[in-house]
C-alpha cells in the first residue's frame, strides 16, 4: 500500500527517466489524490538513440524528446512538469550550489511530503548521480524537521551490497497501462525499449509484465553522507 503524501516530488535528468523505475508509483500517487510535480532537469539531448527507423537528427532531438517527455507525463497523469533545460551528460558539471538553489526553490513552492530521486552514489550515470547529489543538497538546507522523505532509486551492481535490500517496494501492477504508455511514449528510444523487454509487448506477456510490476526504493538516511 502507499501511503498518502501531501505533495510528490520527482526529480530526474532525463526523459524516460521517469519511465521505468517512477512511473507506476507516480501514477499511484495521482490516483490516490496527490499533487505530483515533475522536474527533468535535461531534453536528452545527447541520446544516441534517433529512432528506428531513423527520424531524427541532433538538431530535432532535442524537441522530440522534449515531445515524449510530454507524451510520457500525459499516460502517467503528471500535469506538472517542469524543465530545468541543463545539457544532457553535463549535470555533473552543474554549479552544485546553483543547481540545489533552483531545486530548493521548487521544493519550498511545492512543500513536498516526498520526493523521488536517484540514489546520489549508486545510479551508474553522472548525471542520475548528480541529480541525487544536488536533491540530497538542496534538502539538507531545510531545518531537520521540514524535511520531506526522499526515496531513492538506485541500479548500481552493489546497491544491496552497500544499502541493503529497498525499504520500500511497491507492487505497481495495478498501474501497468500508465507504465507501458510512458515506455513507449519514448518513441527515439523504442528500440532499446522492446530490447529491454525482448522486443515483446509487457502487457501481453505476463512474465513482461511481472518485470515492470515492482519499483523499488531506499529511503534516503542523513548518517549515509554529510553533502559536501
Known amino acids: 500500500m502507499i501511503r498518502k503524501e501531501r505533495h510528490v516530488l520527482i526529480v530526474l535528468p532525463h526523459p524516460d527517466d521517469e519511465a521505468f523505475g517512477f512511473s507506476g508509483t507516480a501514477a499511484h500517487h ?13 531534453l536528452g539531448q545527447m541520446g544516441r538513440m534517433m529512432g528506428n527507423p531513423l527520424f531524427a537528427n541532433r538538431e530535432t532531438l532535442p524537441l522530440i524528446r522534449e515531445r515524449e517527455l510530454e507524451a510520457s507525463c500525459r499516460s502517467i497523469g503528471i500535469t506538472d512538469l517542469r524543465k530545468f533545460g541543463l545539457r544532457d551528460k553535463t549535470v ?9 538553489d533552483r531545486i530548493l526553490d521548487v521544493v519550498r513552492e511545492t512543500d513536498p511530503s516526498l520526493i523521488m530521486t536517484f540514489h546520489p552514489e ?29 526515496y531513492c532509486l538506485g541500479f548500481a551492481n552493489q546497491v544491496e551490497q552497500v544499502l541493503g535490500p529497498p525499504d520500500i517496494v511497491h507492487d505497481v501492477s495495478a498501474f501497468a497501462k500508465q507504465k507501458i ?10 528500440q532499446f525499449i522492446h530490447n529491454r523487454f525482448e522486443g515483446k509487448d509487457p502487457a501481453e506477456d505476463p512474465e513482461q509484465l511481472k518485470k515492470i510490476s515492482t519499483e523499488r526504493f531506499w529511503t534516503y538516511r542523513w548518517e549515509w553522507n554529510s553533502p559536501s
Not at 555533473?92 to 540545489?100: G, K, Q
Request: with cysteine; aromatic share 4%; net charge negative.
Open 30 to 42: 495521482i490516483q490516490n489524490g496527490t499533487p505530483v510535480t515533475y522536474v527533468c532537469l535535461t
Open 92 to 100: 555533473e558539471f552543474e554549479d552544485p550550489e546553483a543547481l540545489a
Open 181 to 190: 504508455g510512458s515506455l513507449f511514449a519514448h518513441q527515439s528510444q523504442i
Open 122 to 150: 549508486l545510479s551508474v550515470h553522472p548525471d542520475h548521480n548528480a541529480t541525487g547529489a544536488a536533491v540530497i543538497r538542496a534538502v539538507a538546507r531545510l531545518p531537520e524537521p521540514e524535511r520531506p522523505d526522499i
